[in-house]
């Protein structure tokens, strides 16, 4: 499986992006799929993430409230929708995959290349 992050971008803060992670070569199902980022000088962290059964959804805290994720199992596609994003947001974005209910990036089998977000003062 090949996951494409696309979306990033340069935003004002306070302002709304929805960055997107398609698959191709194979299919999500069964995959869980998480949104992970890292900013310049840090280690990566994670964002959210959403199971394959029932769509149950996690959040980091700094993002519960602002951040929404989502996935269209028929277009093969998870979606972060980001709103009130903050200058702390700054980071390139990941999405992945894993069959284990986890929030560490180490136990994720499938990474896209990552979409950079810049969220300006």
């Known amino acids: 499986v090949q996951l494409q992050a696309s979306g990033g971008g340069l935003v004002q803060a306070g302002d709304s992006l929805r960055v997107s992670c398609a698959a191709s070569?194979?299919?999500?199902?069964?995959?869980?799929m998480g949104w992970f980022r890292q900013a310049p000088g840090k280690e990566r962290e994670f964002v959210a993430r959403i199971d394959w059964s029932y769509g149950s959804t996690y959040y980091t805290n700094s993002v519960k409230g602002r951040f929404t994720i989502s996935r269209d199992n028929a277009k093969n596609t998870v979606y972060l929708q980001m709103s009130g994003l903050k200058p702390e947001d700054t980071a390139v974005y990941y999405c992945?995959?894993?069959?284990?209910?986890?929030?560490?990036?180490?136990?994720?089998?499938?990474w896209g290349q990552g979409t950079q977000v810049t969220v300006s003062s």
């Open positions: 992945a995959a894993s069959t284990r209910r986890t929030i560490d990036f180490r136990d994720y089998d499938y």
């Open positions: 070569g194979g299919t999500l199902s069964g995959y869980g």
